[in-house]
């Protein structure tokens, strides 16, 4: 948890304290990962929101080898993307977390 801490401050500027993480683990690697993934469980929404748009730091800093994204069920995953494609084939604009 000691690195998950580390990185929010260096890397993600935001405040976020020990208490407001739940448990942090990593993943197996995938075929292609480098370094196995980690998954961070946040003990409330609002600061789950303040990681997820802090991460747009990241492009900011130049660092382009770690990824924020949400960790979705397959049947979230699939909906989300069927809403996608209908609010693009449709013309309309999704407006998501962080996002205006």
């Known amino acids: 948890m000691s690195t998950v801490l580390q990185f929010r401050e260096n890397s993600l500027g935001c405040q976020v304290s020990p208490s407001d993480i739940s448990i942090a683990h990593r993943l197996p690697s995938g075929k292609h990962d480098k370094t196995p993934p980690v998954m961070v469980r946040f ?15 990241l492009f900011t800093a130049g660092i382009k080898d770690i990824y924020i994204n949400e960790h ?3 049947h979230h995953e699939r909906h989300s993307v069927n809403v996608s494609n209908f609010a693009r084939t449709n013309g309309f604009i999704v407006l998501g977390l962080g996002m205006a």
Request: net charge positive; hydrophobic share 30%.
């Open 72 to 74: 979705l069920t397959k």
């Open 43 to 57: 003990t409330s929404r609002r600061t789950r929101d303040v990681i997820y748009v802090a991460r747009r730091n």
